[in-house]
Every structure is written in structure tokens, then in C-alpha cells.
Nanobody, 120 residues
Framework: QVQLMESGGGLVQAGGSLTLSCAASGTMFSINAMGWYRQAPGKQRELAAVAISGGSPNYADSVKGRFTISRDGAKNTVSLQMNSLKPEDTAVYYC??????????????WGQGTLVTVSS
């Protein structure tokens, strides 16, 4: 069974930085994408950033220029460097992975979420 373990959330003042990390465990035949979604209180979950295998990273317009996603394909890890944080970045951040599992079936896996709180 594939699982994602996140770390790095916390409380930070506006203008500060945080780095989120996510590590995958279990057997995957191939990974198409690893990324981060976020869900603010009272809002729907939205994409923050995604690293696509063989492609360029995609970012939400609201985080472009401030967030950087990095993926290590050999270690099956993905990190999100968040700079110049704003109060509106406050959310639970979820790691997400999509690809072919051990049975060569397409699967999507979610982490448990890590809370990022940005104070003004």
C-alpha cells in the first residue's frame, strides 16, 4: 500500500518562509505527478503546485514567484519551498501523488495534510 508522509507545516509570520516535505512509501510502477494541494477554511481544495514527470512544474497563479516545488524521482519525495508567505496562504496542505501502482493500475494517493498558518 502506498502512503505519503508529510512534514514541515507550522506557524509563521507574514513574509516568512516554510518548507513542506513529502515522502512516499510502498511500491509504485511509475509516478506521473507529485504535488501539493491546499484547503483553506471554508473553501474547496485547490492545487498549489505540481511536479509532472517529464514536464515543467505547474503553479497556481496565487503562488507563482513565491513557491517552488522540487521532486526527487529516485527517492520519491517532493518538497514545497514557500517564501513571502501571506495570511491567505493559511490552509491545510496535502501531498498528492498519481501514477501506476504495483498492479499497473492508475492510483491517486493523498497525505494526511499539514497545517500552515500565516499570521499578519
Amino acid at each position: 500500500q502506498v502512503q505519503l508522509m508529510e512534514s514541515g507545516g507550522g506557524l509563521v509570520q507574514a513574509g516568512g518562509s516554510l518548507t513542506l516535505s513529502c515522502a512516499a512509501s510502498g511500491t509504485m510502477f511509475s509516478i506521473n505527478a507529485m504535488g501539493w494541494y491546499r484547503q483553506a477554511p471554508g473553501k474547496q481544495r485547490e492545487l498549489a503546485a505540481v511536479a509532472i514527470s517529464g514536464g515543467s512544474p505547474n503553479y497556481a497563479d496565487s503562488v507563482k514567484g513565491r513557491f517552488t516545488i522540487s521532486r526527487d524521482g529516485a527517492k520519491n519525495t517532493v518538497s514545497l519551498q514557500m517564501n513571502s508567505l501571506k495570511p491567505e496562504d493559511t490552509a491545510v496542505y496535502y501531498c498528492h501523488m498519481a501514477g501506476l501502482g504495483a498492479a499497473y493500475k492508475y492510483i491517486e494517493v493523498w497525505g494526511q495534510g499539514t497545517l500552515v498558518t500565516v499570521s499578519s
